[in-house]
Nanobody, 115 residues
Framework: VQLVESGGGLVQPGGSLRLSCAAS????????MSWYRQAPGKERDLVAG????????NYADSVKGRFTISRDNAKNTVYLQMNSLKSEDTAVYYC?????????WGQGTQVTVSS
């Protein structure tokens, strides 16, 4: 299993970013996927999740209405569109696969929201 995140960077408050997570080494279309984030000194928290076919998604209250998770099973990629970014969204963002009782994580991508 390999998960590779990209798309992070520095953005001003109110701006947007789209994160991508390219997956390989497993049957991507068979598994739900999630995005998590971890700010300095804090625990890693769930941001959003999406079902295997993409028909169902869920979000942390803090990002509802601003973030959208999606996936392209033909490209083995899950996305996180982040709009109206706030300073409190600053964190390392990780995608996660849960399979066979084990969690697999990417290396993370840094998102910094600052003026």
């Amino acid at each position: 299993v390999q998960l590779v995140e990209s798309g992070g960077g520095l953005v001003q408050p109110g701006g947007s970013l789209r994160l991508s997570c390219a997956a390989s080494g497993f049957t991507f279309s068979s598994y739900a996927m999630s995005w998590y984030r971890q700010a300095p000194g804090k625990e890693r928290d769930l941001v959003a999740g999406i079902s295997s076919a993409g028909g169902t998604s869920n979000y942390a209250d803090s990002v509802k209405g601003r973030f959208t998770i999606s996936r392209d099973n033909a490209k083995n990629t899950v996305y996180l569109q982040m709009n109206s970014l706030k300073s409190e969204d600053t964190a390392v963002y990780y995608c996660k696969l849960g399979r066979g009782g084990r969690n697999y994580w990417g290396q993370g991508t840094q998102v910094t929201v600052s003026s």
